[in-house]
């Protein structure tokens, strides 16, 4: 068994790693070579870990102000409208961690509540989790705006504020405090 694994992880082993199950480690005839061997491996992979640090270094380094990068700012001014932003997770899918992330990042640079459920506790089906989820959240009335998207999508323009979007669309309207719900076009 512990062959097979050896020859199996041979290749993925960097820059013949001392603790790997790659042959480098146990080709050695004498001690000696297996010595040489090992500080020779070592010497590589200090050098590639210092090289790493140097480039991140400069990468950071390369940033004047890191608060002006997108996912980094984060506001707490909760002056204008309260927002939840509201995604229901129906099964597991590979891009569940990318989805994720592109909502959280989202909602902490503007400030918004991000709320994500995996179950429910509703006796209806799948399709209606959504609904008694959403409406959880509107019952607790800690928010203005509830905003609810399917997990398989994407925020593509982070930069765009959903409450600017919602004043905007407010402007016009006489009796702004009556509008409960906003609806755009998908195409």
């Given at each position: 068994m512990i062959d097979h694994?050896?020859?199996?992880f041979?290749?993925?082993?960097?820059f013949?790693?001392?603790y790997g199950f790659?042959?480098?480690?146990?080709d050695?005839?004498?001690?000696?070579?297996m010595?040489?061997r090992?500080?020779r491996?070592?010497r590589n992979?200090?050098?590639?870990?210092?090289?790493i640090s140097?480039?991140?270094?400069q990468?950071?380094a390369?940033?004047?102000?890191?608060s002006?990068?997108?996912?980094?700012r984060?506001?707490?001014d909760?002056?204008g409208?309260?927002?939840?932003?509201?995604?229901?997770?129906?099964?597991p899918?590979t891009?569940m961690?990318?989805?994720l992330q592109?909502?959280?990042?989202?909602?902490?640079?503007?400030?918004y509540d991000?709320?994500v459920?995996?179950?429910?506790?509703?006796?209806r089906?799948?399709?209606w989790?959504?609904?008694?989820?959403?409406?959880r959240?509107i019952?607790?009335?800690?928010?203005?705006w509830?905003?609810y998207?399917?997990?398989?999508?994407l925020?593509?323009?982070?930069s765009?504020?959903l409450?600017?979007?919602?004043?905007?669309?407010?402007?016009?309207?006489?009796?702004p405090?009556?509008?409960?719900?906003l609806v755009?076009?998908?195409w």
């Open positions: 694994l050896r020859t199996m041979k290749h993925w082993v960097p013949g790693w001392p790659g042959s480098q480690t146990h050695a005839k004498s001690p000696k070579q010595s040489r090992t500080s491996s070592f992979t200090i050098f590639f870990l210092l090289l140097v480039l991140t270094w990468l950071i390369s940033q004047k102000d890191l002006n990068l997108p996912y980094l984060q506001t707490d909760h002056s409208p309260r927002v939840a932003i509201v995604v229901f997770i129906t099964k899918q891009y961690h990318l989805s592109n909502k959280d990042r989202y909602a902490r640079l503007h400030g991000l709320f459920d995996y179950e429910s506790t509703s006796s089906g799948t399709t989790l959504k609904f008694d989820m959403v409406e959240v019952k607790a009335n800690q928010h203005d509830v905003w998207l399917d997990f398989d999508t925020i593509t323009n982070t765009v504020s409450t600017n979007l919602i004043s905007k669309n407010l402007e016009n309207v006489t009796m405090n009556d509008i409960d719900l755009t076009d998908d």
